[in-house]
């Protein structure tokens, strides 16, 4: 007989994703909104605050651009790749412990 503490930790999971996903659309759904980087509002607002420049100011690490749109969809992709495998490996090893103490 299945028991609801048997998927707990997979109920706690789906719950968060969709409140997550909920504030997301709350959020985003009102008025215009411009994305941008804390790098940019950091730097806006400390040039407001001292009356310098915005350009004046350099992140201490450069942003690294790529020589073309196709490289940068590829690192994209091999990001999301990357972040597929360990959420298949959390996942896989989270179900072989549930098989594992069911068999003990």
Do not use: C, N
């Amino acid at each position: 007989m299945i028991q609801v503490r048997d998927y707990l930790l997979e109920i706690i999971t789906a719950v968060a994703i969709v409140v997550f996903i909920a504030l997301f659309l709350a959020v985003s759904s009102g008025g215009s909104h411009e994305f941008s980087g804390s790098d940019d509002v950091g730097s806006q607002k400390i040039a407001e605050l001292s009356g310098k420049p915005v350009e004046s100011y350099l992140p201490l690490i450069p942003q690294y651009e790529p020589p073309s749109g196709e490289i940068e969809s590829t690192l994209f992709a091999l990001q999301a790749a990357f972040g597929g495998v360990l959420l298949g490996l959390v996942f896989g090893y989270w179900l072989g412990q549930r098989k594992r103490a069911k068999v003990l």
